[in-house]
């Protein structure tokens, strides 16, 4: 099963210029570098917090529990200690399982659902198949943070500087092609939504493929 990497986080103030180039100038490329990641997409929020969304697709959950991956984990850059110690907060990070994908282009604009409990009492499938039909949906996505290897992708090296990270329990994106579709798919999904809703932009994405 496809395995996602989930990451929700703030910057701190006046480090804006140093944090994204970190992430542009060594950060993505090491992470999506990593043999069975796929591709990593970097957004912003429009409505919502924390201001940025990342997620990185892998082959398996594996891959997020590999030697290669953890290695990376447990010897951050310097460069990387120094944005994990105080520029890089408010995180929430969590391994998840892809359970459901529907549709296949991604889009420039997502609406993000996340939540703590189990969201055992929904419809998925009806909430799918509604949210498909709906004008300018792309992809919809349901994750569920994995138990696999429980205690072995936690309180590594990185996690050590910055701090104990939030966790989700599931996570439901919804792809849009432009900024008014996802607006009308954020009015359908937060008020029904148990946890916390968001639109996000696009920053960035980067394939494994483009580092060959």
Same mark, same amino acid.
Request: overall charge negative; aromatic content about 8%.
């Given at each position: 099963m496809? &395995?996602?990497?989930?990451i929700?986080n703030?910057c701190?103030?006046?480090?804006?210029d140093?944090?994204? $180039?970190w992430?542009?100038?060594?950060?993505?490329?090491?992470?999506?570098?990593?043999?069975?990641?796929r #591709?990593?997409?970097?957004?912003?929020?429009l409505v919502?917090s924390?201001?940025?969304f @990342?997620?990185?697709?892998t082959?398996?959950?594996?891959? *997020? *529990?590999s030697?290669?991956?953890?290695?990376q984990?447990?010897?951050? $850059?310097p460069? @990387?200690?120094?944005?994990?110690?105080?520029?890089?907060?408010?995180? %929430?990070?969590?391994?998840?399982?892809?359970?459901a994908?529907?549709?296949?282009a991604?889009?420039?604009?997502?609406?993000?659902g996340? @939540?703590?409990?189990k #969201?055992?009492n929904i419809?998925?499938s009806? *909430?799918?198949?509604?949210l %498909?039909?709906k004008p300018?949906?792309?992809? /919809?996505? *349901?994750?569920?943070?994995?138990?696999?290897?429980?205690g072995?992708?936690?309180?590594?090296?990185?996690?050590?500087?910055? &701090?104990?990270?939030?966790?989700?329990t599931?996570? #439901?994106?919804?792809?849009?092609?432009?900024?008014d579709?996802?607006?009308?798919?954020?009015d359908?999904?937060?008020? @029904?939504?148990?946890?916390?809703? &968001?639109i996000y932009?696009?920053? $960035?994405? /980067?394939?494994?493929?483009d /580092? $060959?």
């Amino acid at each position: 099963m496809v &395995g996602i990497l989930a990451i929700w986080n703030d910057c701190a103030v006046g480090s804006m210029d140093k944090y994204e $180039s970190w992430y542009h100038g060594e950060h993505l490329a090491d992470r999506v570098g990593v043999s069975g990641f796929r #591709l990593g997409r970097r957004h912003e929020a429009l409505v919502g917090s924390p201001h940025y969304f @990342t997620y990185y697709e892998t082959a398996s959950v594996d891959v *997020l *529990l590999s030697e290669e991956y953890l290695r990376q984990l447990d010897n951050p $850059s310097p460069l @990387t200690q120094e944005i994990m110690a105080g520029v890089f907060i408010n995180a %929430t990070r969590s391994v998840c399982e892809r359970m459901a994908c529907v549709g296949a282009a991604r889009g420039g604009y997502i609406v993000v659902g996340r @939540t703590k409990s189990k #969201l055992a009492n929904i419809d998925w499938s009806l *909430l799918l198949s509604n949210l %498909t039909s709906k004008p300018g949906v792309l992809r /919809l996505e *349901l994750w569920r943070k994995t138990t696999l290897g429980e205690g072995s992708n936690s309180a590594r090296a990185e996690e050590q500087i910055r &701090g104990a990270d939030e966790n989700i329990t599931d996570a #439901l994106i919804v792809h849009t092609a432009r900024e008014d579709d996802a607006r009308v798919i954020y009015d359908i999904v937060s008020p @029904t939504h148990d946890g916390e809703t &968001g639109i996000y932009r696009l920053v $960035s994405e /980067l394939e494994h493929a483009d /580092l $060959s």
